[in-house]
């Protein structure tokens, strides 16, 4: 099988994160100057999966690409801790965005990865935008049906060896740590005043829309407390979940809204 790192990538790179996680990485070219887009896949994704190439595809019409293969997930090496330590993952990106000359990073993260870059961005900090697409608010949630599944097959033993044997996604096993990490919910309140873009399908059959309006909430409340601007957006879009349904057409608007809100 081809290597979709080195066929839809100029360059391509093996990180470290601060835990010593070893990741793979990749930077395709593309207009828009200094200011790149950092791509950060979901749950049992890869960079060599056709949705996630597709919309490496479609964003860098307009802006570079980093994307990074979470831990635990193709390549990479380690164990997906569920949007904890990944913020990590995403750190070690944004550095080696800053090598390639890239003067900031926007980061645009789908389901379990648009968590990360909401938390990464209130425990980390340093992009200059943040776009969470189909993404979580809770941690824990089992109001739908396939989330019940995906909770089965991260807790149960059996299940985690298919995932890792037949999926390629290795699961680190409960317990979480006590006290739970940060929450996406709780963490958006500390994005603004950068500029914090939320896009959900009214289709998504992961998370209904109360995630996204709890996070949009958080962020709104954040900055009021901290009396900063409210730099937080809500679209909500007729498509499904993450990056197997989001088309083109929305894609191509959130590199446009990257473009006014971001420079």
């Not at 750190?91 to 980061?107: F, Y």
Request: aromatic residues 8%; positive net charge; glycine residues 10%.
């Amino acid at each position: 099988m081809i290597d979709a790192l080195r066929s839809d990538f100029a360059e391509t790179a093996t990180l470290f994160t601060r835990d010593r996680v070893r990741l793979r990485a990749g930077f395709a070219p593309g207009p828009g100057g200094g200011t790149a887009l950092l791509l950060v896949h979901g749950f049992n994704a890869s960079l060599s999966k056709p949705p996630n190439r597709a919309v490496l595809a479609t964003l860098t019409e307009q802006f570079p690409v980093v994307a990074v293969e979470l831990r635990g997930h193709g390549r990479s090496q380690g164990l997906c801790t569920l949007g904890d330590k990944e913020i990590l993952d995403v750190e070690a990106a944004a550095r080696w965005a800053a090598v390639l000359g890239c003067s900031q990073v926007v980061t645009i993260g789908f389901s379990m990865g648009a968590a990360v870059v909401v938390r990464h961005a209130a425990i980390i900090g340093g992009v200059a935008g943040v776009v969470s697409v189909s993404g979580p608010a809770f941690w824990n949630y089992r109001g739908t049906s396939i989330m019940r599944v995906l909770h089965f097959g991260v807790e149960n033993p059996l299940a985690r060896q298919y995932l890792s044997r037949v999926m390629g996604t290795r699961v680190v096993p409960p317990p979480w740590p006590k006290p739970w990490p940060e929450s996406p919910s709780e963490a958006a309140a500390r994005i603004p005043p950068v500029p914090f873009l939320v896009v959900h399908g009214t289709q998504d059959g992961f998370f209904p829309d109360e995630h996204p309006r709890a996070l949009i909430r958080a962020a709104a409340r954040g900055a009021r407390e901290r009396v900063v601007p409210d730099s937080s957006e809500l679209w909500l879009r007729d498509f499904g979940h993450a990056e197997a349904a989001i088309p083109a057409g929305l894609l191509r608007e959130i590199t446009e809204w990257v473009q006014v809100r971001c420079r």
